[in-house]
């Protein structure tokens, strides 16, 4: 392998846990069965609007490459993550996908090259507010509906 490249949901701040427990069994293999260089690649997706919300987890994967003896490439860090369904016919590059496609397009170019790049974090390019408003009427209380869930209980507190 010369590259290895993560794609996955930012879990409080973190990386989900079945994640992490691959990477603790890669570690050594890493160490041992690696002929040559081999770089690293994230791309993390969360659902809160900022994405750099995501650089918790970017510095736990950049510590694991470093005691992998790894190469970490390049990381992207895309907010808003449950807004990706909803604009799927979008291009990227285009409307609230514009820094999602710049940023792929740079991830791309770096693994292409295999070399290492600065870490994007980044927002859509779409109004907090409006992302906020979009969010909680067509998919969070939908999402609470789907699950039993009436609007005022997702308000009590235990």
């Known amino acids: 392998m010369d590259i290895l490249v993560l794609a996955f949901p930012l879990y409080i701040d973190a990386l989900p846990s079945h994640l992490f427990k691959m990477l603790i069994t890669l570690e050594d293999y890493m160490k041992k069965q690696r002929k040559k260089e081999i770089y690293v690649y994230a791309i993390l997706n969360c659902g809160f609007y900022e994405g750099n919300q995501t650089h918790t987890a970017?510095?736990?994967?950049?510590?694991?490459?470093?005691?992998?003896?790894?190469?970490?490439?390049?990381?992207?860090?895309?907010g808003a993550g449950e807004m990706l369904n909803f604009i799927e016919n979008v291009p990227l590059g285009y409307g609230p996908q514009k820094n999602l496609g710049k940023a792929i397009e740079s991830l791309a170019d770096h693994i292409n090259?295999?070399?290492?790049?600065?870490?994007?974090?980044?927002?859509?390019?779409?109004?907090?507010?409006?992302?906020?408003?979009?969010?909680?009427?067509?998919f969070w209380n939908v999402s609470a509906k789907k699950n039993g869930l009436k609007k005022r209980e997702i308000f009590n507190r235990l």
């Open 113 to 138: 090259l295999q070399n290492t790049g600065d870490t994007m974090l980044f927002s859509p390019n779409f109004p907090k507010f409006a992302w906020r408003f979009m969010g909680t009427h067509f």
């Open 58 to 78: 970017i510095e736990i994967l950049k510590n694991w490459c470093s005691r992998s003896e790894l190469c970490f490439g390049q990381a992207i860090g895309h």
